[in-house]
RNA sequence: GGGCGAUUAGCUCAGUUGGUUAGAGCGCUACGUUGACAUCGUAGAGGUCACAGAUUCGAAUUCUGUAUCGCCCA
């Protein structure tokens, strides 16, 4: 016997170790097949998967099995990535946690060999992860970024970009991570507001002419950056800087809103009384620097000049703003323009250095408490004001970045760039939904140079060596004795001079990892970078680095390009644009052709889902308590073509398993009390013996619920299929002498499988889901199983039946595999024990639901009118259930029932009378024109399809019950009859609108005044009865 | 400041090119358990489609503006 249960718990794992054993996942290069491939967007190695993951897997899986049965050879390959700067932070804190250690504490090599550690244990972690999901990667193909391959392909197309120039060595403004001491990326850099000052200082003129102030007064939010000031700016035209703001704020006046408008008006009367007061000055300082006036920067008694530059604002504090180039973006800019010095004051540790010797060794926030003090001493000093700052922060270390100027290496994106425009503009690679193609092409529009080096250790070193040299000659006949080392594939030596310094720098690239020639370059005095490489550098090269690039594997050439990336969105500039670039300039082809955006998830308070807040949602625990095709199908119906879901997140209370919705109070608290048991439970946070005294909370989301009780009802519907098949015999499926039901479920598979298969290829999850969800439950279940019932009991039907249901529970079972492929798979297993032939033209099936063939759907078999036949069936079963259900007749009771209707229904109708019995519990006594009510009639009008149905009361009847329900019914119509009234006496809508539209208005209506008529009709009637009893 | 998106039932979401009474799941109410399934069945209640204009005979749907929220970029 079948249990009545699907349980995951013990059937899932041996699924698993079946398809493994099978070998159901690999792919291998079959040259007379299509290729499917994608790659998957390797997870990095940081942390485990949470169900933005869960989400971003299931979608790949569903293509991958959907393509392996459409007969794709279908490769999904699998990896992780080691996320350079995120992986060796978590490290780094650890170290610093538990060991009190640094990364210089215990060197290079041996913080390298933890974090492989830590690698090797959240590796082994998300693969367990994916493969309880039920992911079909090609496991034996597992990559990850920093392995051998990946380090190859890493080293040639490094080398190859060195060769064709496009990698140079540059100073910029980066942000630099004080506590991790590497740049990070803007994408990495997150913006806060913060409580903070706004310094006013004074800066003494040096030599003022009569007239002229002795001071000049700056502001700053960051006082300590004055040690680094090389000039103060003035605008060099403030009058009409002053013109311009008010201009627009006019303009702005002119549109507003009554509200905003007196907000606006005193905007400019502050401009205005600012302008008066201030103009004047500011006209003044601004003679005095063309004039070429200097101040004296107090402190560090450095000579700067004053400066007319547009970044100082006329508009804002005093008008004035001191430049600090090596420490802000914007004083870069004015540096860059006015070729101002450029005085770095960091340290890497963000310390001061000795650019300021008074300050050498301080940290930022010492040095700023004594900046301000000896200035106040000084007298140089004016009023502190509060002031909410911007201030950003890394999102690896939590800690606040510096701007900081440093040597970096840059991949000049001019061309590169250009190329992943050109692939998307001209439709080589699709961007699904079309929305995002925008972002993509802004972005690489600006054609920003790409800074690739990070002062780490964790990731591919750079492979360059480099000397400086004072004098050119010297330097390029280090270049000629390095070039002379090894053909010009294998190494490349150029020589780059430095303005500032004007001194000359060697740098040599070699192209093969662990290379014979380094000993030899290195015996020239040249020292080998430090940094590795950005990590979304190794990721560009990944669909062809997986594949073998820089060898011409035989996978390369028959997987590659790929087909479809899916991905999610926050990562379409950083790794998507340049996988494209990369692919391009190192094989000529686009990676992938599609790219499918998927939503994000956010939880129930509409916040991105992260381990760190608490609300990310382990999809093993999700698995756990409702089995992994729930988490797939539910899964799959998030992804609508929106960018963002929102899945609330639940505790579930280990004592009394009710889930507890989590709020963003109880999200961050140890212990929580369960409100329905009043236990209590601990969370991820809990910390103290206390708190782990009580047992801990899973955190999961009852959206998955339904989806657990859908692969429920699947179960139980194969369960009776099963239980009627013991004397199953394969015999061919004949539609033509086939009854109304067995043609409308051969029909509804026709479509149902049409759309499904169209709604792969448009990557439309949701909306499959849920056609699959609507055709199981509604269909399938509440109609044909239940009309199968009476025919299964009848011995010249069962036969036949037995064939279409079985075909019918093959073809679900085969659609619905991808999204929900353990259950499936375990039907597939009994279903293949006692009718391992079937179908159409019964033939033997797959062993597995995995690798069976993907449904045709046999567009013949579709049948409107069959379609529209028993959709009044249903309708009648509907009517008659109505009318049960407001007489309060307990389901036990069969009713007689009575349908007026024309020869064509009766005769529709007819064969199907048998199954009012198990579907409504009645009993069809008269059919056809003349079938009148009963004495004691509960009627029902369907005036759509020209039928009434009655059900005889004589036993039942409940006179106030149905005095409500026809009374209710009679209301609805009225409301109706006025509305349609209203609609069609306007003339307006009789001339203009269509005809065929007024027409349906006008049928409409008669029906439903005959409907009312009657209704009345019964209504008198009835009240009559109720008075003369 | 710019861009993208969202706003529909208590909650989470559908809603095709404008056209009957705007749908689903969960939750809620009532009734119901004799072999597919209570992880179930049947019926019901529940909506000013964020707001304001415009276009149209007709707008959840098209356009403009506003508000709120989220994300990305500066």
């Known amino acids: 016997m079948i249990p009545n249960r699907f349980d995951h718990t013990t059937a899932a794992g041996p699924i698993a170790a079946k398809w493994d054993d099978a070998g159901c996942s690999h792919a291998e290069v079959s040259p007379d097949k299509e290729p ?105 193909r597992l990559r990850f970024t920093l392995d051998e391959r990946c380090a190859a392909a890493v080293r040639a197309t490094f080398f190859d970009l060195f060769q064709k120039g496009l990698i140079y060595r540059g100073k910029r403004l980066v942000n630099w991570d004080t506590f991790l001491q590497t740049a990070v990326s803007n994408d990495e850099v997150e913006n806060v507001t913060r409580k903070g000052h706004f310094y006013h200082f004074r800066y003494p003129v040096i030599d003022p002419k009569p007239g002229e102030p002795s001071h000049v007064e700056i502001a700053t939010t960051r006082p300590e950056t004055m ?18 703001i008010e201009r627009e704020l006019r303009g702005k006046i002119a549109q507003a809103s009554a509200k905003e408008k007196s907000e606006l008006e005193q905007q400019l009367e502050a401009i205005q009384r600012r302008q008066d007061a201030m103009l004047a000055d500011l006209e ?44 802000d973006p914007n004083d870069y800019e004015v540096g860059m323009r006015r070729s101002l010095p450029m005085i770095n004051i960091l340290n890497p540790d963000g310390t001061i250095n000795s650019a300021a010797p008074a300050y050498e060794g301080l940290t930022i926030a010492q040095a700023r408490k004594q900046v301000v003090a000896d200035l106040e001493a000084a007298g140089l000093l004016g009023d502190i004001e509060d002031r909410d700052i911007e201030m950003p922060l890394s999102d690896r270390s939590k800690t606040a970045i510096e701007p900081y100027l440093a040597d970096q290496w840059f991949v000049a994106m001019d061309q590169l760039a250009q190329s992943a425009m050109d692939a998307v503009s001209s439709g080589q690679v699709d961007i699904i939904p079309e929305r995002y193609e925008k972002g993509y092409l802004d972005w690489l529009g600006e054609k920003r140079d790409w800074p690739v080096s990070r002062q780490l250790w964790w990731g591919h070193r750079i492979p360059i060596w480099s000397a400086t040299y004072d004098r050119e000659s010297e330097a390029k006949q280090v270049v000629a004795a390095a070039s002379e080392m090894g053909a010009s594939g294998e190494v490349d030596a150029k020589v780059q001079a430095d303005e500032e310094t004007g001194q000359f720098s060697v740098f040599v690239c070699l192209r093969q990892e662990d290379s014979p020639l380094e000993p030899k370059v290195e015996a020239l005095g040249l020292e ?9 550098f190794s990721s560009a090269l990944w669909p062809h680095s997986t594949l073998g690039w820089p060898e011409q594997t035989e996978e390369l050439a028959y997987f590659y390009p790929t087909s479809t990336l899916c991905t999610s969105r926050d990562i379409i500039t950083l ?88 709020t963003k109070k109880n999200r961050t608290a140890p212990v929580v009390d369960c409100p329905s048991c009043k236990e209590r439970f601990s969370t991820q946070w809990a910390e103290t013996e206390g708190h ?74 949701s909306e499959n889901a849920r056609i699959l969800y ?31 249901m079985a075909h019918g529970l093959d073809t679900l079972l085969r659609l619905l595999h991808p999204i929900m492929p353990f259950v499936t798979e375990s039907i597939w297993e009994y279903l293949g024990q006692l009718a391992p032939e079937r179908g159409l033209q019964p033939a033997k099936v797959s062993e597995f639901a995995m690798t069976a063939s993907w449904p045709t759907s046999h567009a013949e078999h579709f049948d409107e009118t069959i379609e529209r036949q028993f959709s009044q069936f249903q309708e009648v079963i509907g009517a008659v259930r109505k009318i049960r259900a407001s007489q309060n007749i307990a389901p036990r009771e069969t009713v007689p029932v009575a349908i007026r209707c024309d020869a064509a229904s009766q005769a529709l109708l ?72 209203s609609k069609l006496s306007n003339e307006n809508f009789v001339s203009r609108a269509p005809t065929d539209v007024v027409e349906k208005e006008r049928e409409s209506l008669s029906d439903l005044v005959v409907q009312r008529e009657s209704v009345q009709g019964d209504i008198e009637r009835l009240k009559e009865k109720a008075s003369s009893n």
């Open 528 to 536: 080998r970078d430090p940094d590795v490489l950005d990590t979304w």
């Open 36 to 140: 499917y491939t994608i790659v998957i967007p390797p997870p990095n190695v940081t942390g485990a998967l949470h169900l933005g993951h869960g989400l971003n897997n299931t979608l790949q899986d569903i293509l991958i099995r959907a393509k392996r049965m459409q007969g794709f050879e279908a490769l999904w390959l699998p990896g992780t990535d080691h996320a350079g700067i995120a992986t060796q932070a978590v490290v780094e804190r650890r170290l610093k946690e538990q060991e009190n250690l640094t990364r210089h504490d215990i060197g290079r090599e041996a913080l390298v060999q933890r974090i492989w550690s830590w690698k090797d244990q959240y590796e082994k972690r998300i693969i367990g992860q994916l493969k309880r999901m039920g992911c079909s990667c090609d496991w034996r």
């Open 575 to 662: 790794w998507v644009a340049r996988m494209v670039l990369m692919g391009l300039n190192n094989l000529g082809e686009v990676p992938f052709h599609d790219v499918y955006i998927h939503p994000t998830i956010l939880d129930g308070n509409g916040e991105r889902m992260s381990k760190s807040k608490g609300n990310g949602v382990d999809p093993i625990d999700v698995i756990d308590k409702f089995g992994p095709d729930a988490l797939r199908f539910g899964l799959a119906r998030l992804a609508t073509e929106t960018q963002d879901v929102r899945l609330p997140v639940q505790y579930e209370c280990p004592h009394c398993e009710k889930l507890v919705d989590q």
């Open 774 to 804: 609507d055709f199981a439950w509604d269909e399938f279940c509440s109609f044909y199983v239940e009309i199968a019932k009476p025919r299964l009991a009848d011995d010249s039907l069962r036969a036949a039946t037995q064939n279409v």
């Open 692 to 765: 782990r005294a009580f047992p801990k909370a899973a955190v999961v989301s009852e959206k998955f619920e339904t989806s657990r009780n859908f692969v429920n009802k699947l179960w139980n519907a194969a369960r009776f299929v099963l239980m009627n098949l013991d004397d199953y015999q394969p015999r061919p499926i004949d539609v033509e002498t086939l009854p109304l039901e067995d043609r409308w479920l051969l029909s509804r598979l026709a479509t149902v499988t049409r759309q499904v298969t169209e709604g792969i290829d448009q990557f439309k999850f």
């Open 227 to 244: 040690l680094g000031d090389t000039a103060v700016a003035v605008h060099p035209d403030p009058s009409q800087a002053f013109a311009k």
């Open 284 to 327: 003044m300082l601004r003679e005095m620097a063309a004039d070429g006036r200097k101040l004296m920067l107090p402190l560090v008694e450095r000579e700067i000049p004053l400066v007319a530059d547009e970044w100082a604002k006329p508009e804002l504090g005093s008008g004035c703003v001191k430049i600090t180039p090596a420490h």
């Open 910 to 981: 007819d064969p199907m009378k048998s199954y009012f019995g198990s579907l409504a519990g009645a009993e069809v006594v008269a059919l056809g024109p003349d079938a009148k009510p009963f004495a004691t009639d509960a009627p029902l009008a369907l005036p759509s399809i020209d039928m009434e149905v009655h059900v005889d009361l004589e036993k039942f009847i409940d006179v106030e019950a149905e005095l409500t329900r026809l009374e209710k019914l009679l209301g609805q119509l009225v409301k109706q009859i006025q509305g349609k009234e």
